[in-house]
């Protein structure tokens, strides 16, 4: 059973710096994990292919979710590393995937897969890694296996529909987000979990902690979105193909629900250029500048912050629920961690 309940999780010590070094081991061992499971006689003619979205680099933040939430359960490093692989697997065949769906050449600041290899060829490498996912996880069981697939339909579901999102809705905006990102921040804290062995009480905690952060990942990243293309003045992420981010459908919600003859005229502006990023984007500088203003005058910015601070609190508050451990207080403050680190880039930006 979990520990009873503390107020307060003790993290002042861990310091980014801290973190970083404690990701950067695991990306290290998860890295020669993924080698190991790509270096596959049978799997040689495709070698090149499959190897190049996972030799990209990344945070390895998913791996590392399962390894710290399957330590505070009591789980073993090297087994969890080896299960955790399966999440960064299915990851990278999801980037594959948005690469080609979004159109994007350039990720990491290399070649996407399919400007390399083609649209195509790499989507079929996208699903050999998915494959392999499945493999490694079925080793260990139902369980596992079963949180990788439907991890894997919920991606697929969750990339479909904001393929064809093209409304200002916050609920159906959450739903997929919740889908796509959340769901493989999930994943990876249930595995960290089932190789722990933990009872169900502790599961279902690994489970919420996981959906939060990824909650919380994907509202910053949107974030980082718009404040990139007001830094650099060239459009980024979802501001280059429509897709509607929680700021921009607080701005929308927050100018319709006033009346027609309530509303001055900048208002019927910013309404008419919120219709127009959905229709045919991205906007001129110039308009999403006028964009951005209303964002600031109308709070969107800080009403995405404020959600993005609930899921911090919801994070925090499955930790006070784990039993205490350093591994715990490192999943703490994991989730503001991730924040600063996304938001930095917006000042740095990575293409």
């Known amino acids: 059973m979990p520990v009873p ?31 190991h499971q790509l270096d596959d006689e049978e799997l040689s003619a495709v070698h090149d292919l499959i190897c190049y979205q996972p ?22 490093y090297e087994q969890i590393i080896e299960l955790a692989t399966t999440a960064e697997l299915l990851h990278n ?16 600041g290399k070649p996407t897969a399919h400007a390399m290899f083609g649209a195509g060829t790499a989507m079929m490498g996208g699903n050999i890694l998915a494959l392999l996912a499945f493999k490694l996880g079925g080793r260990r069981g139902f369980p596992i296996l079963n949180s990788l697939v439907g991890t894997a339909s919920n991606l697929a579901l969750g990339s479909t529909e904001e393929f064809l999102f093209h409304e200002y809705n916050e609920e159906r905006y959450l739903r997929i987000i919740g889908l ?28 919420k902690y996981g959906w939060s952060a990824g909650m919380l990942y994907q509202l910053t990243d949107d974030l980082v979105d718009i404040l990139k293309t007001h830094n650099t003045g060239e459009p980024a992420g979802h501001m280059k193909n ?59 910015i800080d009403y995405t912050n404020s959600k993005i601070e609930e899921y911090n609190k919801a994070c925090h508050t ?6 205490v451990s350093r591994s715990r207080d490192y999943l703490a403050a994991m989730p503001r961690y991730m924040y600063r680190k996304q938001m930095a880039e917006a000042d740095n930006p990575i293409v």
Not at 70 to 76: E, N, T, W, Y
Not at 280 to 300: C, D, I
Request: with cysteine.
């Open 5 to 35: 309940p503390n107020d307060k999780v003790e993290q002042t010590d861990i310091t980014d710096a801290k973190l970083d070094s404690l990701l950067d081991k695991i990306a290290e061992d998860v890295s020669k994990s993924i080698q």
């Open 93 to 108: 065949s999801s980037l594959v995937m948005d690469d080609v769906l979004d159109g994007d050449l350039v990720r990491r």
């Open 318 to 323: 499955c930790c006070t629920q784990l039993p």
């Open 242 to 300: 429509g897709t509607p981010t929680l700021a921009f459908i607080h701005a929308y919600t927050q100018l319709n629900s006033r009346p027609p003859v309530m509303r001055a005229r900048g208002d019927t502006d910013i309404l008419a250029l919120l219709d127009k990023f959905l229709k045919s984007p991205p906007l001129t500088r110039q308009e999403f500048e006028m964009v951005y203003e209303a964002l600031l005058e109308l709070g969107s």
């Open 180 to 207: 796509k990102t959340a769901s493989l921040f999930k994943a990876p804290c249930e595995i960290g979990a089932v190789v722990a062995g933990a009872a169900r009480p502790e599961y279902e905690i690994a489970m």
């Open 55 to 76: 030799s990209t680099g990344g945070k390895r933040l998913r791996p590392a979710l399962a390894v710290l939430m399957g330590q505070a359960l009591g789980g073993d």
